[in-house]
């Protein structure tokens, strides 16, 4: 299948068989994808916390009431945080791995790598808008995580109709320094799902609407 087709039949599941799990392995496998997202500064000023079971479950109190039918039914819900304030330990952390990958040769060009994304980290922090900086780099990973889950037949179901706080305070998150930016629930969707594309055809804005093209 190629991608325009993935994207042409990948939808957003609204009941989910239960009774399946998606392995481990495959859920391996689409974050092993989203580890690739590619990020502003190669920061990566994101997390991915994979819940089942007694996990998933203590999180029900923050999923809006419409949403909680695919939240249970669904096998695992990926908590996508992001960043609240500068993680120096990540920030190394990041330089290393940009070093082990033969991406920093020499020592002036490491040095010069790290400056850089220190100013662009510092300036989203002078501008006060370093969460929403981060948060962006979160939804580019919800789009990959998606579209890999659809790439290996797993269904999947972006959760905003959750309570923000509640996530975080469940979570302990503002003691990371991040917060919660979407959750993700991933599983296979109901024989009867109501939102299948041959009771609900896609729908989006042509082209035309959509694009414009400046000369
Ligand atoms: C960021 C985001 C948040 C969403 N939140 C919810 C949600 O809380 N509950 C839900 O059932 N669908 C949610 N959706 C699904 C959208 O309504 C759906 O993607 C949109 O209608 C397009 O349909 P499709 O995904 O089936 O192509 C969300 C989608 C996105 C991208």
């Known amino acids: ?43 990566q000023p994101y997390h991915f916390y994979v819940l089942t079971g007694a996990a998933k479950d203590s999180l029900r109190p923050a999923i809006m009431d419409f949403n909680l039918q695919r939240y249970d ?3 695992h819900a990926i908590v ?14 990041v330089l290393a791995a940009e070093e082990q990958a033969g991406r920093l040769p020499t020592e002036d060009i490491k040095a010069a790598q790290d400056k850089s994304r220190h100013y662009f980290c510092n300036l989203h922090v002078t501008k006060g808008d370093f969460t929403t900086w981060t948060g962006k780099q979160a939804y580019s990973a919800f789009a ?22 509640q996530v975080d305070s469940i979570m302990k998150l503002a003691d990371k320094h991040e917060t919660c930016a979407l959750i993700v629930v991933l599983g296979y969707r109901a024989a009867d799902d109501s ?14 609407d959509l694009v414009t093209y400046l000369n």
């Open 195 to 208: 939102n299948q594309l041959n009771k609900r055809p896609k729908s989006r804005l042509a082209l035309a």
């Open 80 to 93: 996508i945080t992001s960043q609240t304030a500068i993680n120096e330990e990540h920030l190394a952390k």
């Open 73 to 75: 039914g669904a096998s």
């Open 1 to 43: 299948m190629d991608f325009e087709q993935l994207l042409e039949q990948r939808y957003t599941t609204k009941h989910y068989d239960s009774t399946r799990k998606v392995p481990d392995e495959t859920v391996t496998k689409i974050l092993e994808c989203v580890r690739l997202t590619p990020t502003s500064v190669n920061a």
């Open 144 to 165: 990959t995580l998606v579209y890999a889950a659809a790439s290996y037949g797993v269904d999947s179901t972006a959760l905003e109709g959750i309570e923000f706080d």
